[in-house]
């Protein structure tokens, strides 16, 4: 199966290492490099430093919403999603499956930040969720839920 990976933390990690094992992840989409700690040092996020040791082609758009056609172009079987941290056109998922690896146990913190809402609230626990994404943020069909 082609997939086009869309992530950028350590969270998001280990989501692309399982894809990578049991599928052909043909493109990797993250957040432009950012500058880190005192000395400002242009650094990579995870995902890229992941598909980089893997060979796989990266793309880093500011606004993807300016520049998704690359994604289409490759005519993936599926998008995936772990925290990529900008939303996704609706032109984009209308035209490709998307699955969302979110989180939280939702409807529980929908959004950005879903981990560190958990630990602020003292939650017992927490979980993720897989789903199908819809246009509206975190609100597709749930296929999986996991608490732990």
Known sequence: MKLVFMGTPEFAVPVLENLIKHHEVILVVTQPDKPVGRKRILTPPPVKELAIKNNI????????RDDYQRIIDLKPDYIITAAYGQMLPKELITKIHAINVHGSLLPKYRGGAPIQKSIMNLDEVTGITIMKME??????DIYYQEAI
């Open 135 to 140: 246009y509206k943020m975190d609100s597709g």
């Open 57 to 64: 082609p990266v793309f880093q758009p500011t606004r993807l």
